[in-house]
């Protein structure tokens, strides 16, 4: 990034905040499901954030809580400069619709006795009660139009449309009362990569024309990097990397982040593989975290810190955070250590 990106960067609004951020699940035997701990992150107004890891690592349980469908175990989540979690009934009804959620499955977070019409206009008789009903019919063929589907969809039930269609149908959903930010929550794995294009695209195109926001959750790199800003990496409901996505691509710090990025496929077959990072073992419980840095039982680079110390997440160079023991003497002191291993 440079000096020019660094300072418009340091001048843009922040629309998103989480400060040590924890959402924790009690489970039997007095035990604790730890989705996500000590999440600290900014989201700025117009951008995408990417956010990426492991299936199990919180990504999805750290999206539904920035936006409330659960609420913060500790923390602090800003919206705008106010913190959410203290808003009044009417300020969280407010919030509401300024925060949309397009959901992973896009059956299932459909109501299956509902028309489309109707899905898509519930928002609209929520939030803009002072809206007619022919208003709101021509609100949703609009919204239909501008998700690429045509005024008869309208009528159909989410059984009756193909699975691109029904992803669709929930971001037209989540544009109907005009929220500023959007977490996308893995809106095309259940996709076919041809339509997976197509729905990336519109979110793209939406974006650009009606100034959002996105949280954009997912765990295909590849897809990440076409969409995203900047990018954030979750290992065990921890925040290890945070960066520009052209720094996490092609100079990754965090050893974890390294093993993600050697693991993309390369799609042409005349271009030598490059060498795999092989992670072994499996991932810790959520449960019995290790103690110290979450990676550890993982990672060639552990030092006897690693397994007492929690590393904080530092800036080690412009916008680009780690959370590593490798870099506590510094940038340079670190990329020596990885280099000598």
Do not use: W
Request: with cysteine.
């Amino acid at each position: 990034m440079n000096t020019e990106q660094m300072n418009e960067n340091k001048d843009r609004e922040v629309l998103i905040e989480l400060k040590n951020l924890d959402k924790f699940f009690p489970i039997g035997n007095k035990k604790t499901v730890k989705a996500v701990e000590d999440v600290s992150l900014k989201i700025y107004k117009g951008e995408t954030l990417g956010i990426v890891g492991e299936s199990g690592c919180g990504k999805t349980t750290c999206g539904r809580t920035v936006i409330k469908v659960y609420d913060p175990t500790n923390g602090q989540i800003l919206y705008s400069g106010k913190d959410i979690t203290k808003f009044t009934a009417k300020e969280e009804r407010e919030f509401k619709k300024k925060a949309q959620m397009i959901f992973q499955d896009p059956y299932a977070s459909l109501d299956p006795k509902m028309t489309v019409g109707d899905i898509i206009g519930e928002g609209l008789r929520v939030h803009f009660k002072n809206l007619k009903e022919d208003e709101i019919q021509a609100r949703v063929t609009e919204l239909l139009k501008t998700v690429g589907l045509n005024s008869e969809h309208g009528a159909r039930f989410p059984h009756e449309l193909s699975g691109g269609q029904r992803q669709r149908i929930g971001i037209a959903r989540a544009l109907a009362v005009e929220p500023e930010f959007i977490v996308c929550d893995e809106p095309i794995s259940a996709l076919d990569v041809s339509i997976q294009a197509q729905v990336v695209n519109l979110l793209i195109e939406l974006q650009n024309e009606k100034h959002l926001t996105y949280m954009f959750i997912s765990h295909d790199l590849s897809m990440v990097k076409h969409i995203s800003d900047r990018i954030g990496v979750m290992y065990l409901g921890s925040m290890v990397e945070i960066s520009p996505k052209e720094d996490l691509y092609y100079a990754p710090l965090h050893p974890y982040t390294k093993a993600l990025i050697s693991a993309i496929p390369i799609p042409d077959p005349s271009v030598k593989s490059k060498d795999r990072i092989k992670l072994e073992g499996e991932i810790p419980s959520p449960i019995n975290a290790p103690k110290g840095c979450k990676f550890n039982t993982r990672c060639r680079y552990c030092m006897d810190i690693c397994k007492e110390n929690r590393p904080e997440l530092k800036e080690l160079r412009d916008n680009h955070f780690v959370a590593c023991h490798l870099y506590n003497n510094g940038l340079e002191e670190g990329i020596k250590k990885l280099s000598e291993k």
